[in-house]
């Protein structure tokens, strides 16, 4: 049996996995796949194998990346074994990825790629794409919810004349609950432009959805604004919320503050009230010999 075969037949079943997932899952089968030189099958959930292959994609990508995939195989290793269809389970040592400092956007380069989005020319899913692209990008700004519930949006879970849009459970990570969140007056009359039935997506995407961050590294490109991708918007409105008082872990969803911390809160913009420098005693110094400056 392929792991494929698993994945596709038992175990995106019994985990109810979502499009995202299981996509994410193949794609980890598909790399390991190119390294071993053929389909991946139940015989190559190996020790030795599985860890020659991480060692190689971390040489190549991320740690985090490599950890995903590890993260992917032990899963279906884990559950094949439960189902005795393999006579071990994985035993491979942790793969460590390095905690990197949250970066977001400021608030300028925000409003640069508006700007930007809203001298865009065609139409997006047949809709105006200067106001399409600049309503999608203003809308994860200000609710700071995941890109993936926002494509997910309906007509009928937004009131442009109370301004609020409800995000619905089912389409957000986890699945927990629906959540609401105020839009403003600017954003509301933007997305009047691009309005359509009830049952319709407020922001339909033809497209594959991968290209959808291809289209927003574009914008940024010419916008002059280094490319966060639209996860890099839920970051910045965490931050500025933080900064300016407010509870960023109650906008961003999330039940552990130190998600918030470790992960969202960018430190160009939620800066500390004091750092080493200002705590430090001032150095006892001569001054400077003239002579140093001589060439």
């Known amino acids: 049996m392929t ?14 996995l979502k499009p995202t997932a299981l996509y994410q899952f193949r794609l980890s089968l598909t790399r390991y796949g190119e390294h071993l030189g053929h389909e991946p099958g139940l015989e190559d959930l190996d020790p030795v194998l599985v860890q020659a292959w991480l060692g190689a994609r971390k040489a190549k990508v991320s740690a985090a990346t490599a950890r995903k995939d590890r993260t992917h195989l032990v899963a279906l290793w884990g559950h094949a074994a ?17 905690q990197r400092i949250p970066r977001a956007y400021r608030v300028q380069d925000v409003s640069a ?5 809203m001298h865009l020319h065609g139409t997006v899913g047949g809709l105006p794409a200067c106001w399409w692209w600049p309503s999608l990008i203003r809308l994860a700004w200000e609710s700071a919810e995941r890109i993936g519930a926002v494509l997910q949006l309906r007509w009928d879970d937004v009131s442009l004349d109370e ?27 933007w997305m009047r432009h691009i309005e359509r039935k009830p049952a319709d997506l407020v922001f339909p995407w033809p497209r594959q959805k991968t290209s959808l961050w291809y289209e927003l590294r574009k914008i ?43 992960h969202y809160l ?17 150095l006892q110094l001569d001054p400077l010999d003239e002579s140093l400056d001589q060439p």
């Open 3 to 16: 792991l494929r075969h698993l994945l596709d037949t038992e175990y995106a079943v019994i985990r109810a």
């Open 82 to 98: 439960r189902r005795r269809l393999v006579d071990q389970f994985p035993t491979l040592p942790p793969l460590r990825a390095p």
């Open 113 to 117: 790629i508006l700007r930007l989005a």
């Open 163 to 189: 301004r609020w849009v409800i995000f619905r459970g089912e389409h957000r990570k986890g699945s927990t609950r629906d959540i609401r969140r105020d839009i403003s007056a600017e954003l509301a009359g």
């Open 220 to 262: 940024c490109s010419i916008a002059g604004v280094v490319n966060r991708g639209f996860h890099g918007l839920r970051k910045s409105a965490a931050s500025y919320v933080a900064a300016a008082g407010g509870d960023a872990t109650q906008l961003l969803d999330h039940s552990n503050p130190k998600l918030a911390k470790d």
């Open 266 to 282: 960018a430190e160009s913009i939620v800066r500390p009230r004091q750092s080493a420098l200002d705590l430090l005693p001032p």
